[in-house]
């Protein structure tokens, strides 16, 4: 009788865990940066494991997440969501075929209900769908509102009264723009791509990216002079020597304590803004870089993206959460919780309406931008990588007098005839 | 004698009736070479596979990412040496390190190692203050001195401040061309020349005493005596050094990487740092592959340099 008790006891207990021993759960894995953008992204990431408990999201954090997950995917391992810095990255991978293409998926899967159209192109390698972009980018001019409001100024929309403004900056005792690239050399980029936007225009640097003209265009090499005009007069950090040692806490403490006016910088700052300026009690604002006609025009880029190791087990669980990773819903949660430059989906006017107008605005401008040719392009988005590292490398040598602007430009246009040869150019959206 | 040769087996399988021989190369060819086999396996693996194979990418046109690979022959060695300035400037400045790193340290850490060995009492105290840098992580150390050397809060700055003056220390020493490559191996000696006192005093100490009271007796004063006594006493150890920083500074990475990433305008660039550059930010796999092997070449000859000095008579 004992046993027979026993053997039913079993039966029960077997049958109770049945369901559970059966249930395939698939686990998706991600690697991402250690640090506090994973302290707050982390967390409502993981939320996807709550939409469906038989797929789940690992995240693995990596100290030098890029260089580690192409040595993996390389090897045939790596994680199931390749994340890269940039299209141009995406291209070499597919090109190898270490990452899936994924328009079945996007297909499926609605991707084009919410993903803006020029932003899927983006992920475009050889006519098929290889990354998903995320983390829209502009540059701007943040500036300091009570130092304006002191010495009575207001923020400049062209170039002439940036030149007006900054004489009146240097004549105050202050620096123009709180800047330096000790702790990110490839910060000069940024200042080469809104320039070149900026003073020679968005068309004319669409232009030379599809290969119509050259780069030593006279435009294009005068928003080069220009850049290096103001190099010279000392108004990026105060100084070039100063401006190669200035680090990214100089930035941000000299604009939000106001001892710098203003600052060139990219979206992504405006979570550091938001905290320096906290500590200061001083007030920030931005307006749009100024250009050679006052036009407002947003140079665009993607922060990063997202694609398929073509090595996962189970493809079609990544790409599900992608799909809910880039949902309206999710992107928008992301950028009121942590400030995240959202992916360049449709994100709905009442999250808008949760942040700060000033940030809301942004998004707004540069969503209108983008819709009404007004946008130019970011260096790191839509230039190939020879080129691209050349941009941010070689400026330098004209800052400390060891070229001339025509000879970078000259220099550049040889590395980039050879990248558009070979085809190696990320897809760009056409105006 | 011709007939004793007749009995002794010649062949490898004669041998191997032959008990004696049987155990002899048990005991000296065979049970070393099992002993050794784990660790020649593992270094096949990990050093002697890989340069060939870094040999091999040098001569491709290889992007770093998959394995899309064409051979392209000495086009990449034809490109490094005849069409890249940048290579040219990166060498100068390797050599320009490897001059600073073969005399200032070693003159410091003779000095003070010199000095170190006459003190009898609390001499190791100094030894652990002069050698705790050389326990630091080069990050901590380079961050450390990226403050330091900083113009608007760092030493050069307060100097300016208690003395009254203007930028005349507080300069930008990272951020000119004309002081960035000697700043950063300033801050990487800072760090190194410590550990070349220690051998350098661990050698002077091994030196017997006998030898500088005869050099006493004969009339010699302290100069003399480190001339005829000590540097040669010491000579092994200070020419392996040599030998060992000169190859070093052709892989000088860290301490740039950390503090400039070769900058401003290529003034701090470095073979290794133009190599990283290539192999992971340019997708030039290939051509990054050709300058690991140029480095190597470097290295293999400062090697023969040496080798063929201590083959002509030199006691190294």
């Known amino acids: ?431 | 004698m011709a007939l004793l040769s007749q009995n002794k087996p010649t062949t490898f399988f004669e041998k191997l009736n032959d008990e004696t021989w049987r155990r002899k190369f048990l005991r000296n060819v065979l049970i070393p070479w099992i002993f050794i086999s784990p660790l020649l396996i593992i270094h096949l693996y990990v050093v002697a596979i890989p340069a060939v194979q870094g040999i091999y990418m040098s001569l491709t046109d290889w992007k770093g990412v998959g394995m899309n690979v064409n051979f392209v022959g000495l086009e990449n060695y034809r490109e490094l040496f005849f069409e890249d300035e940048t290579f040219g400037k990166a060498l100068r400045n390797n050599i320009t390190w490897m001059i600073f790193f073969l005399t200032v340290p070693f003159i410091l850490a003779l000095f003070c190692a010199t000095m170190l060995s006459q003190v009898r009492r609390g001499g190791m105290l100094y030894r652990s203050i002069l050698f705790v840098p050389y326990v630091l992580a080069s990050v901590v150390t380079a961050t450390i001195w990226k403050n330091l050397l900083n113009p608007q809060r760092g030493i050069g700055a307060a100097a300016d401040n208690i003395l009254g003056l203007d930028g005349v220390f507080g300069i930008a020493y990272l951020g000119r061309t004309e002081t960035a490559l000697m700043s950063i191996a300033f801050i990487d000696n800072w760090q190194f020349w410590g550990f070349l006192m220690i051998l350098f005093l661990a050698a002077m100490q091994s030196i017997p005493p006998v030898l500088y009271d005869a050099a006493k007796i004969d009339g010699a004063n302290r100069w003399q005596e480190f001339r005829h006594v000590t540097l040669p006493g010491i000579r092994p150890i200070l020419v392996f050094m040599f030998m060992m920083v000169a190859i070093f500074s052709f892989l000088a990475f860290d301490y740039i990487f950390l503090l400039t990433q070769g900058g401003p305008g290529g003034a701090s660039e470095v073979i290794a740092t133009q190599l990283y550059k290539n192999a992971f930010f340019r997708f030039q796999a290939g051509y990054g592959a050709a300058q690991g092997v140029v480095i190597s070449i470097f290295a293999g000859f400062i090697i023969l340099i040496f080798v063929t000095v201590k083959r002509r008579g030199w006691d190294i």
Not at chain 1, 119 to 134: E, F, K, N, P, R
Not at chain 1, 169 to 183: C, D, I, K, M, P
Not at chain 1, 208 to 236: C, F, N
Not at chain 1, 239 to 262: I, K, P
């Open chain 1, 1 to 431: 009788m004992k046993s027979v008790k026993l053997l039913f006891a079993i039966a029960v207990l077997v049958l109770a865990l049945a369901p559970v021993g059966a249930q395939d759960v698939t686990t998706v894995s991600m690697w991402f940066s250690e640090g506090s953008t994973l302290d707050c992204w982390g967390p409502i990431m993981l939320e996807f494991n709550e939409v469906d408990p038989s797929v789940q999201l690992e995240i693995v954090p990596q100290a030098d997440t890029w260089n580690v997950t192409r040595t993996a995917v390389a090897g045939g391992g790596g994680p199931d969501i390749v994340r890269t810095p940039g299209p141009s990255f995406v291209y070499e991978m597919a090109q190898a075929g270490l990452i899936l293409p994924m328009d079945t998926f996007a297909e499926s899967m609605g991707w084009g209900d919410f993903f803006f159209d020029w932003a899927l192109d983006l992920g475009l390698v050889d006519g098929q769908l290889y990354s998903l972009s995320d983390e829209l980018e502009t540059l701007v001019m943040y500036y300091n509102v009570e130092v304006f409001e002191a010495n009575g100024w207001t923020p400049p929309d062209t170039m002439d009264e940036l030149n007006a403004l900054a004489e009146e900056v240097e004549a105050a005792g202050l620096t123009v723009f709180s800047h330096g690239n000790a702790s990110w050399r490839p910060t000069n980029e940024h200042f080469v791509g809104e320039y070149w936007t900026q003073v020679a225009g968005p068309h004319k640097v669409y232009q030379a990216l599809s290969g119509e003209i050259p780069w030593t265009d006279e435009s294009l090499v005068g928003a080069i002079e220009l850049l290096d005009a103001h190099m010279q007069a000392g108004w990026y950090g105060g100084g070039v020597d100063l401006y190669f040692t200035n680090d990214g806490v100089y930035r941000r403490t000299s604009l939000a304590e106001g001892s710098a006016a203003m600052n060139i910088e990219g979206s992504w700052a405006i979570r550091g803004t938001v905290d320096y300026f906290g500590e200061s009690g001083m007030t920030w604002d931005w307006v749009p870089v100024p250009s050679h006609d006052g036009t407002d025009y947003y140079t665009i880029g993607m922060g990063n993206t997202s694609s398929i190791n073509a090595n996962s087990p189970h493809p079609e669980a990544a790409a599900q959460f992608l799909t809910w990773y880039f949902s309206p819903a999710t992107q928008g949660k992301m950028l009121t919780s942590c400030l995240k430059g959202p992916a360049p989906v449709a994100i709905g006017a009442d999250v808008m309406a949760e942040l700060d107008p000033r940030i809301a605005r942004l998004y707004a401008e540069l969503s209108d931008a983008s819709a009404n040719d007004r946008y130019g392009y970011t260096t790191w988005t839509f230039w190939p990588p020879k080129s691209d590292v050349y941009i941010y490398e070689e400026v330098e040598r004209v800052w400390t007098g060891e070229i001339t602007a025509m000879e970078y430009s000259a220099g550049l246009q040889e590395l980039f005839a050879e990248e558009l040869a070979a085809g190696d150019i990320p897809p760009i959206p056409t105006r």
